[in-house]
């Protein structure tokens, strides 16, 4: 099956722009620093491997901006299918920061795409050396052996896989993995195995790995409209993009013949610690411009990040104080002490709630000019 771990992707064309621009989107702190998460969440996209995006900017310290601009120059022109300057584009960061996990595991899908696979298990090496850790490039190395329709070893490295990290994947990766080593074996003809793998596939609703597995035995004993029953069922129940991305195996396999034209699938997968890591940093982005939107006045604006801020990482303190405060500009009283009151519960040692709820609880039923607010102070409030 075809993927690649990128920025977020369910996009073609058009849309492929928006996702390098936004879905990568360098998010500043107050202090301008980069942010950690926005620069190494991963994507998983069609083409039977796992590419960044975008690469962890922080390692490459002195001149990470211009690195970060080769690689995504790299990354554009491998979606272009612009093999040979992709590859140029990432010779010349090897020549400045060999050690990049992230260029390495691309350069090792390009190799893939053009059926190098032994120049691409090199390069993917070398990407799991540098970072033992990178799911990405250990994908695309079990990846390797299921393109070149070696079921066995395809099935022995997605079995590591899960087994030296299946716990901390998302429940979108591990069913993906387990989906491809359950067609490992009935590629090989031992349907005896189906049952327990798709036993372990019936605890989550999360993918359509179920439907896609019914499909591929179907399609194994020749049954191409049972097969496509169990597909049309999951396109009703799941998000085109992740129908497309498990289909994909069942084309790579030959089972299907894969739509002309056709876009490469994708779907951004992460462990829980990078999911958390997202969310959080998701939250004080959001946070932060509502505090800037709070300062040039544009109330309207303001709650609506608060509330972005609130729904990726509910019940902050900070971020109900400030609730607080973009609605006592807004004159709404009542609403602004009880998100004061609230915050004081989530957190009884943060000082401004309680300044605050003092403040708007005195501010109630005053006419406007008798209304003294010092915002400075709930301005310079951190996020926490």
């Not at 960044?52 to 002195?62: K, R």
């Not at 901390?168 to 195995?193: C, H, P, R």
Request: a positive charge.
């Amino acid at each position: 099956m075809a993927v690649e771990w990128c920025p977020v992707r369910f996009f073609p064309n058009q849309a492929e722009n928006y996702r390098v621009q936004c879905n990568f989107r360098l998010v500043r702190s107050a202090d301008q620093s980069f942010s950690p998460y926005f620069m190494r969440i991963w994507k998983i996209a069609a083409v039977t491997a796992l590419a960044l995006s975008s690469f962890a900017a922080d390692n490459v310290a002195p001149t990470k901006s211009e690195l970060e601009e080769m690689y995504n120059k790299a990354f554009r022109a491998f979606d272009a299918n612009n093999f040979p300057e992709a590859l140029r584009e990432l010779d010349a960061i090897d020549a400045r920061q060999p050690d990049l996990a992230a260029s390495q595991n691309l350069r090792g899908v390009i190799l893939m795409r053009q059926g190098n696979y032994d120049k691409a298990q090199t390069a993917l090496l070398e990407a799991a050396r540098i970072d033992p850790k990178f799911w990405n490039a250990r994908f695309n190395l079990a990846e390797i052996p299921f393109l070149k329709k070696d079921w066995t070893e395809a099935r022995n490295r997605f079995q590591q896989l899960l087994s030296s990290g299946g716990s901390d994947l998302a429940s979108e990766a591990s069913q993906l993995v387990n989906y491809k080593i359950l067609l490992t074996y009935l590629l090989e003809g031992k349907e005896n195995m189906v049952d327990s793998i798709l036993a372990k596939l019936e605890l989550s609703s999360d993918t359509p790995a179920v439907d896609y597995v019914k499909a591929a035995v179907a399609l194994q004993h020749k049954n191409q409209k049972e097969a496509k029953d169990w597909m049309s069922a999951a396109e009703k129940d799941f998000s085109p993009q992740l129908n497309k991305l498990f289909a994909e195996s069942l084309y790579e396999v030959g089972w299907l013949e894969k739509p002309a034209g056709a876009a490469r699938p994708s779907l951004p997968l992460m462990t829980a610690a990078e999911r958390a890591e997202k969310t959080k940093a998701m939250s004080r982005s959001r946070f932060e411009q509502a505090q800037q939107a709070l300062r040039q006045r544009d109330f309207v604006a303001a709650r609506k990040l608060i509330d972005e801020a609130d729904q990726a990482e509910p019940n902050q303190a900070a971020t109900l104080n400030l609730r607080g405060e973009i609605l006592m500009e807004q004159k709404e009283f009542e609403e602004a002490e009880a998100a004061f009151k609230k915050a004081a519960k989530v957190d009884p040692k943060f000082r401004d709630t309680q300044k605050r709820g003092s403040v708007s609880k005195r501010c109630i039923n005053k006419p406007p000019e008798a209304i003294k607010i010092r915002r400075q102070n709930s301005l310079s409030s951190k996020f926490t």
